[in-house]
């Protein structure tokens, strides 16, 4: 199976704040990456797609890129309703595997 | 717009068998693939199982295989999961969620409230 890691997994930020948060696969994947963001008690929300592209209604300040095993998550201007858990998953192969999840919080 | 209602959940003892059933609306279910994503209790996401818009090819986690059986009805825009010889490691909310368009095994991109079940005797 694939292996997802994610860094880190946890960080403090502020509101306006660019924030980066990285995902490696154990294995080449391609660009077969996908995004999600979930608060506390809610269902997840997917944001990105094939490494880089934007599911449908997510605004612009989310970019993802990479592709084979390093992967990025950029949010470029941290607003109040983006402290969340991030997690990425590979699903170039089965069984498709999530990352642990990286928390955004509030410094 | 999409919506993807799961029901089913519920306490059942170690061994037992539940079913879980998720309705769909609001897109043409006969044409997507769909997947059941499972949160145990304080912990992160896991992908349980995946089937193909006509339930022609279904796909498992390794730690379900032989227990789980995702099927569908496309008639009644419903997406199942059978559950059978649960275990306490099975207690999770239960999500299900729609295939993004495109690739035969994209990712999910709208999801279900999820249903929480927890198996304990």
């Known amino acids: 199976d694939i292996q997802m890691t994610q860094s880190p997994s946890s960080l403090s930020a502020s509101v306006g704040d660019r924030v980066t948060i990285t995902c490696r696969a154990s294995?080449?994947?391609?660009?077969?990456l996908a995004w999600f963001q979930q608060k506390p008690g809610k269902a997840p929300k997917s944001l990105i797609y094939a490494a880089s592209s934007l599911q449908s209604g997510v605004p612009s300040k989310f970019s993802g890129s990479g592709s084979g095993t390093d992967f990025t998550l950029t949010i470029s201007s941290l607003q109040p309703e983006d402290f969340a858990t991030y997690y990425c998953q590979q699903y170039d192969s089965f069984p498709f595997t999530f990352g642990p999840g990286t928390k955004v919080d509030i410094k | 717009q999409v919506q993807l209602v799961e029901s089913g959940g519920g306490v059942v003892q170690p061994g037992r068998s539940l079913r879980l059933s998720c309705s769909a609306s609001g897109f043409t279910f006969s044409t997507y693939g769909m997947h059941w994503v499972r949160q145990a209790p304080g912990k992160g996401l896991e992908w349980v199982a995946v089937?193909?818009?006509?339930?022609?090819?279904?796909y498992y986690a390794d730690s379900v295989k032989g227990r789980f059986t995702i099927s569908r009805d496309n008639s009644k825009n419903t997406l199942y999961l059978q559950m059978n010889s649960l275990r306490a490691e099975d207690t999770a909310v239960y999500y299900c969620?729609?295939?993004?368009?495109?690739?035969?095994?994209?990712?999910?991109?709208?999801w279900g409230q999820g249903t929480l079940v927890t198996v304990s005797s």
């Open positions: 969620a729609k295939k993004t368009p495109g690739t035969q095994y994209a990712p999910p991109d709208y």
């Open positions: 294995q080449g994947i391609s660009n077969y």
């Open positions: 089937i193909s818009f006509d339930g022609s090819n279904i």
